[in-house]
Structures are given as C-alpha cells and as structure tokens.
C-alpha cells in the first residue's frame, strides 16, 4: 500500500503537480438491525481503492480508482492532473508549512468487533428488543455497527503515515403509538445511537438490554404526557442533546472553509470572519470548547489527518471568547494561525475536507441534582428529535424527545413535543452552568454531512449537562 | 449483454445458497464544485460495487465489496454466506424478485455519457463567466448503471445519464438560486442558470425583518420539490404506513389537501431521471398518492407488501440495501400542474404574503402530522398588492405540510425538474418534477441571518 501511495505521488509530480498526496483506505464495515424480532439488516461489507489529490498550477485536482495496483494509482495520479489543469483557478494557493507527520497509529481495542459471531451480534439485537417491548409500543428496534479501516498516506513533502481505526456502534428504539399519536424513545442517542472509536467492549459497555425496559416505558408514557407549552424559561439541556448542539452551533461555524465561504451552495457559510479570532464574544464565561484528536474513544481521534497533520488540541473558545477555528493547511495559512490538523475525507473515493474531530465542551462543576436545583421553574430536555439551524449557523430550532418539568428544583412530570430555538451567540450567552467532570459522556455521531459529492464523517462530543436561561421554547407565532 | 449484467452473473455463479440476487452498481462521474468564481472541490469517480445477497435455509445475508477479480468475487461470496448463516429464518422474507418485462425507459444520452473531466471543467466554467458575481456551486456529470442478476432468472440492467447545474450568485448582502437538471446535456445551461441566480441575487439587497406569523406564501419549485420530499418519506412509505408512522395512516381514500393537488411517483416520465426496475429488480410503476386532493396511495417493495398481504403487490419502490431500514421510497415525486402561467402570477393570487426561492437545512419535527420545520434563503420576498416588494433575510418556518397543502389556491402550469441527489455514497440520480406553488398557509416562527455569504 506503501508503494502505491509513493508511486501515485510520483506520477502526479511526473504530470505537473507541485504538491501531491495519495490515500490507500481499505474498510470494512458490518451492520445489524433488526426491527419487531425480525432481522432487517445483516450486510458485511467492504471496500477499497486510492485517492490522490494534487495542487497544479494553484487549482486542486482529485481522482480515484478502485484499483489497489500501480495501474490504478498511476491513472488516479493522472487524471487529478488533468482535472486540476482544466479548471485553473486565479489564485495562488499556499499550504500552511508543517513538519511532514510520519508514524503509525492504532485504536487501542480490547476485543476486535470482526472477531464476535454475526449470529451473536443478532443475538444481542433480538435481546435488547424484546426487552422494549411494552403494549403501546408498536415498533422496536435495535442495531449494532462495526468498521475497521486501515489507511495509508504519502505525500510529495515527505509525509508517510499508516492507521488502523476500529469503531463500534449501536443504539436501540422505541416508537409507541395510540389514537394517532406517535412519540419515540432512543438509548443511547437518537438516529442509529452512538459510536466509539473502540473495540467490542464499547457495545457490551452500553448495556441496551439493561436500558431497554425503561425506554420503552418512556415511550409509551409520553403517548399520554401533555404536550410541552411555548414560555420563555430556564432549560437544562441533557449531555445527549449537547452533543448536537454543540456539533451545529459551534462545531460548523467554526470550520474555516465555511467561514471563507467553500460549502455556501450546500451545508452554508458562518456568522464568524476570519478577523473575529481572540476577540468575538461567542457565549457566557461558562463557555469552553476544546477540538481534540486525541481523545480515547472518539470517532474523530487519529495519529494524523488526511493531510497528515499529526493529531492535537486546541482552544476553540476560552471563557466565552473565539480562540481558534478548525482548520486545514490551506485555510491554515489565509489566517496566518495554526497548522491544519482537521482534514479528513470519507473514505478513499472523497477529497479532504475541514472537519470536526472531537469537539468538546468542557466540564464545569457540580452534580447534575445541583444543576437542576437551581432552576425555580423550567424543564429538563433529554434526547434530540429534530434538528435545523440556518445558512450561518445563526437561527436554529431542536426538538427532544422529552421534557420534564423542572420546579422549586426538582424534576417533575413527563411532556411531549418539546423544541427550543435561538440565535448561536445570544443561546450561548445565556449559559449560566455547566455540570462538572462525573457528568461529562463522550457521544459519537456516525451522519454529519458536508460537501459535494456528499460525505459523511463521524464525530464525537464530550458534554456534560448544562443550564441556560431565557431560551424560547415552543414556536414562536 | 452489459459488462456489468456480466460481472453480476460471475457474482452470481460464485453465490453459495439455494437463491441469490446480485447487483452491480457502477458509477463513472465528475464534480467541478466551485465556490468565489474558482473550482475548489474537484472530484472524479470510477467505482463498481457488488452486492449479493444469499438465502440459506430460509435465512438471508448480504455482503458488498468493489473488488471484481475472482479472489475478490469469491470472498464477497464466502461473506454472504456467513452472513446468511448467521440470521434467524424469516418467515415473512417475501423471495427473490420473479423474471419480468421491464419498462422501455429513455435517460442515456450519449453526448453526456462522454464528457470528459476537461468538459466538466469547461461547462462549470461556463456558469462562472456568465456572472457578474462571486459564484457558487457546481456542474456535475455521471454514468450511472444497475444491473440485477438472480436465480429466479432475473437478469436487467439500465445505464443511466445525469448531468446538473447548481448556481448561487452571492456577495456580502445579496444571494439568489438556481439550478438545472436532466438526463441529456442538452438540457442544462450552465450559463442560463448563472444568469438567473445573479437575477434573483440582485433582487435580494437589503433585506428587512419579518414578524413571526401564518403568511399566504408562493414556493417556487426548488422550495415546494424539497418540503415535499421531506414530507413524502413517511407519508408515502408503505413501512410507514405499516407502522402507524405515516401521515397517511388511516386516511387513504379520504380527500385532505385541496382539489388542485395532483402527486404521483412515476420513475418513468422522460422529463425526470427515468429508471426501468428498483433495487430488488422489479419493474417500475407509476403510482399515483394524491388525486385531486384525495390520498390515494403509498409506494411498496416486495417486503411491506407480503406484511400487507391482502394480494398487495410492490410497485417497484425498494431502495438499495444501505437504506432498507427506511422502507420503500419515492424517488421520482411528480406534481400535476396548474394554470397558473409563471411565480408572478401567483403572488397575484396571494396579494399578501411571502415569496420563497429555496429552502435550508429541513427536519422533521413530527412525521405523523407532517410537521417540518427549516429556513428559507437565496431569495425571499414580502409580496404586496399582488407583486413581489422587498427582499426579506432568511426565514425559520415550522409548518404543518398537510395544512400547506389543504389550501393551494394555485400552481404554475410547468414542472421543472429539481436535482434530489446529494451525492453521498454511489451516485443514483433522482430528481423531481414540481411547479411553483401557491399556498394560503405558511407559518413563519423566527428570523435568521441576512441573504448572502
């Protein structure tokens, strides 16, 4: 894989290219779902291929083949030449300079997903299912992932990196159904549950049978829970729910490209420029945002990005203030800051993009009971249902699954339909605390979606709970 | 014989179990994304994937892979049949999709098939000149093939052109939209397209606020053809429909939009993206969910209609394996026209209301009721005295799509056709033909940011 790698970039700078790297990516991937005791999915599946990118004259060029051999690379190397020479771009395009990363890394694993039965990961499905089940739940489901992806990298200043990363995943599902109302309950995340850059051990960790009886319970409770009123009020914010707030109103706008405007025709631009750095007042002093490659178990945690970057961390808001931007090389050296570090492609058929890799909101202090005892009257809001925020990641609106009346301090009654909406700066100034170190939970989200020809990467958040004030819950008419 | 009918009856003679089906999806295509007037994102694909699926003992598996050496068809084969040895028996697995007559379909075109990535280049290009500002977007262009193989006898394949123009002229302040689709180069007008969005761009300068409220809106094609198809994969799933999850639970054959809404899924209109059979190689059909207001139906695989029973039959709707857990999908919606003869004419028709280009970021806050909320952007306009006025910055809507739909008091005669592919994992061009609406019933809930980058 060494070679094709080596042997692309050679046949890219053959053709012209003044800066070339390739991608060797081998993974395999296997899902289980099944669906009231019947097994719906059950694929293994596997794919490979190389990727090279070359910069000719200043205008990108990217190619692929599926081929693993010298044929296939050298027609990749090619053909990215020739796109990149076709579409000349105006501009010169610098790369922030970095010390060509070169090394190995691995997940540490436990126990390899690929060397637990298929029939047992069914076993556990079915398992957990049956557990779900309550009378006015008219569909359950359960599902568990597996992926292992060895990658190599080459690049034409020297870079050479190999990796192996293993993820497992799963999640289970509760949709409950009377008289036309239909309300759902997920453990432990929505949209498919969570996933860990880990081995086996992470599934056995979550326990979804354990869980499973209560959420199914819940599911079919808030088919009679009353739906959730439009007030103006204090909310705290389960760690499950952070994750996607986080992910939309910090992670995204803080990607470089987006603010230089690269993505503006599909997933949208940022409410940030360049020039906001060290000064803008992103939210409450409570407000501490970390980006972190590094972190054991994240699905965004790597020896090296797909520019072989080596991985690291960094302050991307202090105390409420914009303290860095996720960055690639490119975007690294418009701002004259950093060094890239947050390039990554969805698989070997995708160009590199400004990514998130971990992106954490770090912990604050206190207990979740001291949390919720400092709210007079409010609600408690556990578990994303919907999801949306505008063009500059400003105006966006989230519904949880559930709410839970929050009053003299204490959680009280069940309530449906619940969805809160704000404005990114203003939402994150009204954060007034956030639950300390033993709340904190790293969740891994597998569908974040940008660029086109689509890709998805997976991310993950660390967030513990966290109150904020004043926040418009309901619709506004 | 296609190469890839081919390559999937030497992955079929590899299947080890008592029934196979396999597929072959091949993709040849190229994106020139570009974003300030210059390419950034340029990208080439040439990948085949193969997936068989095998049925031992009554009990199904599936593995997929890219290599199409023998190794590589053997080991896909061996995985398949773990796979299948691991699955309980499925007493509700429906079998193999029988041999059957597929549709003649058009959706090749030669003269798309050969562009090459310097044509690519060339046509995006095309669309960046021809603006007066900083462009946005893409021109794409791909070969696409299917092709199905079992040991029912099944054995069709399709190729399959598309090609598309995505244009957003935008500078700090002002943005507009547009964009083309078809199946035939000679379809797109990189260029054309580039004009209207900077039309629309400099129509969208100094946008004010807008009080929360219920408007009377008019959507044009890109804002309906979206909220529609949001609302279309659980109101017209037959999964959903099963499962109670379905606005169209309980009101088949009851009229509950207005009597001008018309809507079919129909693969095999040559004014889409046309395809002759589904993922599971049955043929396609047009299936018409909504007749002059009336629900009428929902689409079906072979697996929702055997847990339908009552002779239920699949209209040919089944997706590929990755998205099965979303039950059959409608991927070629089709709204009926009306008489309207362009957007102005149905801003008179509104007199008061709202004008919206584009819609941003959907989500569905309750599928069963149809509730989807998102932002308008790219051009959204107060109409006054029947004509578009000022421009408005984005807006957030939560509406309810029935309600959207129970009062239409127009549509545009033409449909165009609206790009629905995102591009993600193997390209499947799908698209849908929508005219520009009229409705009396659009909740705005909040403001967003201005128009613009």
Redesign the interface.
């Known amino acids: 894989m060494r070679e094709l790698c080596e042997q692309a970039v050679a046949a890219a700078l053959g053709a012209g290219a003044s800066y070339a790297d390739a991608r060797v990516v081998v993974r395999r991937s296997q899902v289980v779902g099944t669906r009231n005791q019947r097994v719906e999915r059950l694929d293994d599946s596997e794919t490979q291929g190389i990727g090279v990118r070359v910069l000719v004259n200043g205008a990108w060029g990217f190619a692929c083949d599926r081929r693993l051999s010298a044929e296939g690379a050298g027609a990749a190397a090619q053909k990215a030449c020739a796109f990149a020479k076709a579409a000349p771009g105006g501009h010169r395009r610098d790369l922030a300079p970095v010390e060509p990363g070169q090394g190995k890394f691995r997940t540490h694993v436990e126990r390899d997903p690929f060397e637990v039965a298929l029939a047992d990961k069914v076993e556990l499905c079915l398992r957990a299912e049956a557990a779900l089940e309550h009378e006015d739940v008219q569909v359950t489901s359960a599902s568990v992932r597996a992926q292992k992806e060895h990658k190599v990298f080459a690049s034409s200043e020297g870079a050479a990196t190999e990796q192996e990363l293993v993820e497992c995943g799963g999640g289970i599902d509760a949709l409950a159904s009377r008289n036309g109302v239909t309300q759902i309950r997920s453990y432990p995340s929505a949209h498919g549950g969570s996933s860990s850059q880990a081995g086996w051990e992470f599934i056995e960790g979550l326990g979804l049978e354990r869980e499973a009886p209560r959420v199914g319970e819940q599911a079919a409770a808030l088919l009679k829970a009353p739906p959730c009123p439009s007030q103006v009020t204090t909310v705290v914010i389960d760690a499950e729910q952070m994750e996607l707030q986080v992910h939309e109103s910090v992670g995204h706008p803080t990607e470089l490209d987006r603010v230089y405007g690269t993505e503006a025709a599909y997933a949208g631009t940022s409410f940030l420029k360049p020039e906001d750095l060290g000064s803008l007042r992103y939210g409450s002093e409570h407000m501490n945002v970390t980006a972190d490659s590094t972190t054991p178990g994240g699905l965004g945690t790597f020896g090296f990005d797909d520019e072989g970057v080596p991985a690291g961390r960094e302050p991307i808001v202090a105390a409420g203030v914009l303290t860095g931007f996720l960055t690639s090389r490119e975007t690294a050296a418009k701002i004259g800051s950093g060094s890239g570090g947050s390039m990554r492609a969805d698989n070997w058929s995708r160009m590199p993009l400004v990514r998130m890799t971990n992106l954490h909101l770090e912990p604050g202090e206190g207990s979740f009971e001291e949390l919720i005892g400092g709210v007079d009257e409010g609600l408690y809001l556990e578990t994303n249902k919907s999801w949306s925020i505008d063009d500059k990641r400003l105006n966006f609106q989230f519904g949880t699954q559930v709410a839970w009346e929050i009053k003299d301090g204490k959680l009280g009654g069940m309530l449906r339909d619940a969805t809160y909406t704000g404005q990114t700066p203003v939402f994150w100034g009204s954060l007034d605390a956030v639950a300390g170190p033993e709340e904190w939970v790293l969740h891994g989200l597998t569908n974040c979606g940008k660029g086109q020809p689509g890709q998805h990467a997976h991310v993950s958040h660390g967030t513990s709970p966290a109150r904020f004030r004043n926040v418009q819950v309901g619709f506004k008419q | 014989m296609s190469e890839a009918l081919d390559l999937a009856h030497r992955v079929l003679g590899a299947a080890e179990g008592e029934q196979a089906l396999a597929l072959v999806h091949s993709e040849r295509?190229?994106?020139?994304?570009f974003?300030?007037?210059?390419?950034?994102?340029?990208?080439?694909?040439?990948?085949?994937?193969l997936e068989l699926q095998v049925v031992r003992d009554g009990r199904?598996?599936?593995?997929?892979?890219?290599?199409t050496d023998e190794d590589g068809v053997r080991?896909?084969a061996a995985?398949?049949a773990?796979?299948?040895?691991?699955?309980?028996a499925?007493a509700?697995f429906p079998g193999l999709a029988p041999p059957a007559e597929t549709p003649q379909v058009e959706g090749y075109d030669e003269e798309t098939a050969a562009l090459s990535?310097?044509d690519?280049?060339?046509l995006?290009?095309a669309a960046i000149d021809a603006s007066k500002l900083?462009l946005?977007?893409?021109f794409?262009s791909g070969v696409t093939e299917l092709a199905l193989a079992s040991t029912t006898g099944l054995a069709v394949s399709q190729s399959m052109t598309d090609a598309s123009v995505?244009a957003?002229a935008?500078v700090d302040g002002a943005s507009g939209y547009a964009e083309q689709t078809s199946w035939r180069l000679g379809g797109i007008d990189p260029a054309g397209a580039s004009e209207q969005a900077v039309e629309k761009a400099e129509q969208t300068r100094g946008a004010v606020s807008l009080e929360?409220?219920?408007y009377r809106a008019v959507l044009e094609p890109p804002a309906f053809a979206e909220l529609l198809t949001y609302f279309g994969y659980d109101a017209f799933s037959a999964l959903s429909l099963i499962?109670?999850?379905s606005y169209a639970?309980?009101r088949i054959g009851k009229k509950v939009f207005d009597e001008r809404f018309s809507l079919a899924d129909d693969s095999l209109d040559p004014r889409g993206l046309p395809k002759a059979f589904d993922f599971e190689g049955t043929p396609k059909q047009r299936v018409e969910l909504v007749e002059d207001g009336v629900l009428t139906g929902v689409v079906w695989d072979r697996t929702t209609a055997k847990r339908a029973g009552d002779g239920r039959e699949s209209t040919g709707h089944a997706p590929p394996?990755?998205l099965?857990?979303w039950g059959p999908l409608p991927f070629a919606l089709s709204v009926s026209g009306g008489e309207a003869a362009s957007g102005h004419e149905l801003a008179e028709l509104v007199d008061d209301g709202i004008y919206i280009t584009r819609l941003?970021?959907?989500?569905?806050?309750?599928?069963?009721e149809g509730v989807i909320?998102?932002?308008t952007?790219d051009g959204t306009f107060r109409v006054r005295g029947g004509k578009i006025a000022d421009p408005l910055v984005?807006l957030?809507f939560?509406v309810c799509v029935p309600e959207l739909l129970a009062d239409l008091p127009g549509l545009t005669r033409d449909s165009v056709l609206l790009n629905q592919s995102?591009?993600?994992?193997e390209?499947y061009p799908t698209g849908m033909l929508s005219p520009a609406v009229a409705t009396g019933r659009f909740?705005v809930?909040?403001?967003?940011?201005g128009p613009g980058?």
């Not at chain 2, 295509?29 to 994304?33: D, E, H, K, N």
């Open positions: 295509s190229g994106m020139a994304r974003a300030r007037s210059e390419v950034h994102q340029p990208t080439l694909i040439e990948n085949d994937v199904l598996g599936v593995a997929s892979g890219n290599r080991a896909l995985r398949a773990e796979a299948a040895d691991s699955a309980p499925d509700d990535a310097e690519q280049a060339r995006a290009a900083d946005y977007g893409f794409t995505l957003l935008a929360p409220g219920s499962e109670e999850r639970s309980g394996s990755s099965r857990h941003h970021y959907l989500s569905i806050v309750d599928a069963r909320t998102g932002m952007r984005n957030r939560t995102a591009y993600y994992d390209r909740d809930t909040g403001v967003g940011s980058v």
